[in-house]
């Protein structure tokens, strides 16, 4: 074998115990009882605590963390799981938001949606309205009983009306952000009899 040769076999195989050692490490800490434990592996009596995993030249290459225990991977999972459900939560109502302002574009279709839903409610007060004042005009001791039946009729009635009436409110709260983002613009307000 040439001297060359064995130069260069010489010299390939020095890289490759070079890199053998690059890629070694050490683990160091200093276990429960305060002595200090040194391993070519993470060490097992240090694993409630830090452990320093150091490069072949002594410096520091990281901090390995303690294992955490059962209860602090349940305080994680359910930490992550509430996390994952606000995110959940985020996405529905941007979601909802959008089908928001795509069912009400502006205050006007919003107006006009509210009106067609307290209408029959409207109606229907105006309708018990009516036979209670019929009902009054006969002052008969037969009717307090009807009377009573149409005086709840308008209460449930009004009931309803507050209930749409919240519902829409509650919308436009969240709406006019919306249309400002949007740069909608009108000067239309919400109805003023409620």
Not at 26 to 46: E, F, M
């Amino acid at each position: 074998m040439s001297a060359a040769l064995r130069l260069a076999c010489a010299c390939l195989l020095a890289g490759l115990a070079h890199g053998a050692s690059a890629q070694s490490a050490i683990y160091t800490c200093v276990d429960a009882k305060g002595r200090r434990l040194t391993s070519d592996r993470p060490i097992a009596d240090c694993l409630d605590r830090d452990q320093k995993e150091l490069n072949p030249n002594g410096t520091v290459r990281r901090i390995v963390p303690p294992t955490p225990t059962a209860a602090e991977r349940a305080a994680k999972e359910a930490q992550e799981h509430r996390a994952a459900e606000e995110r959940q939560h985020l996405a529905d109502q941007k979601r909802m938001d959008k089908l928001l302002v795509t069912r009400y574009p502006n205050p006007a279709a919003h107006d006009l949606d509210r009106a067609k839903a307290l209408r029959p409610v409207e109606e229907a007060i105006a309708t018990s309205s009516r036979r209670i004042a019929a009902l009054r005009a006969r002052q008969a001791d037969e009717n307090d009983r009807e009377l009573g039946a149409q005086l709840r009729i308008v209460a449930a009635q009004e009931d309803e009306k507050r209930r749409i009436n919240d519902r829409f409110d509650a919308e436009l709260v969240r709406l006019k952000p919306l249309w400002a983002q949007a740069g909608t613009h009108s000067a239309s307000e919400p109805p003023a009899n409620r």
